[in-house]
């Protein structure tokens, strides 16, 4: 079955600076890719989802490459600021309607 | 839009009891998962259901666990003389059947099992 690895599993950043975090998953028929935040005791919040036909897409700070050939997907969080502080998940799916494979999670910390 | 709501948000059950978990998806979404989340496994996926049919159940334990979506209001997920391996994060989300399907999750109900 499909298996999404992700990495770095923790990362501090200071205040401005970028943050980018890497999934890569095995499946080729994946066709659907999301990131999620999860802060401390609450559920999880879809960030972006892009398609496979999507190689870049950007939106609030936030930008998502997808790499098909090398089957790699970023996040890149760009002037971070204390608020992003969380756990990222990407999530992959090959159907509309699938179940999620979830990456193992980034611990994202944002100092002033 | 009150989002998918989930109740308990956190349950303490004692060894061999029963838990029952319930979901409320979306207004209107056709679709609702079921995921566990632990600190070793990490995010897991349960079952789900499409137009209160069950469609996949392949990540649920073969014993003790079932789930059921009587209507399309509310699903639940029962969990029989739990154990404490049981203790997780139960998430539950919902998808319309528009779109790309993306999935949007309830606060969880944290089960703790002495």
């Known amino acids: 079955g499909e298996q999404v690895e992700q990495r770095p599993p923790h990362l501090s950043v200071r205040e401005g600076d970028s943050a980018i975090i890497i999934c890569t998953y095995t499946?080729?028929?994946?066709?659907?890719f999301s990131w999620y935040k999860q802060e401390a005791g609450a559920g999880l919040q879809l960030l972006m989802s892009?398609?496979?036909?999507?190689d870049r897409k950007e939106e609030q700070g936030l930008t998502v490459l997808l790499n098909k050939k090398d089957k790699r997907l970023s996040l890149n969080l760009t002037a971070a600021h204390p608020g992003d502080s969380a756990v990222y998940f990407c999530?992959?799916?090959?159907?509309?309607?699938?179940?999620?494979?979830f990456g193992a999670g980034t611990r994202l910390a944002v100092c002033p | 839009n009150a989002g998918v709501i989930q109740t308990p948000r956190h349950k303490v059950t004692g060894k061999g009891q029963e838990a029952t978990l319930w979901c409320e998806p979306i207004s209107g979404h056709s679709a609702v998962f079921w995921y566990r989340q632990t600190i070793v496994q990490g995010l897991e996926f349960l079952t789900y259901?499409?137009?209160?049919?069950?469609?996949?159940d392949s990540g649920m334990p073969k014993e003790r666990f079932s789930a059921q979506m009587p209507n399309q209001s509310h699903s639940t997920l029962k969990i029989q003389s739990t154990q404490p391996q049981d203790s997780a994060v139960y998430l539950c989300?919902?998808?319309?059947?528009?779109?790309?399907?993306?999935?949007?999750f309830g606060p969880g109900t944290r089960l703790t099992v002495l």
């Open positions: 999530a992959v799916r090959s159907g509309s309607f699938n179940k999620l494979t």
């Open positions: 499946d080729s028929a994946t066709a659907y």
């Open positions: 892009v398609l496979s036909n999507v």
């Open positions: 989300a919902s998808s319309s059947g528009t779109g790309n399907g993306e999935q949007y």
């Open positions: 259901f499409r137009n209160q049919a069950p469609i996949d």
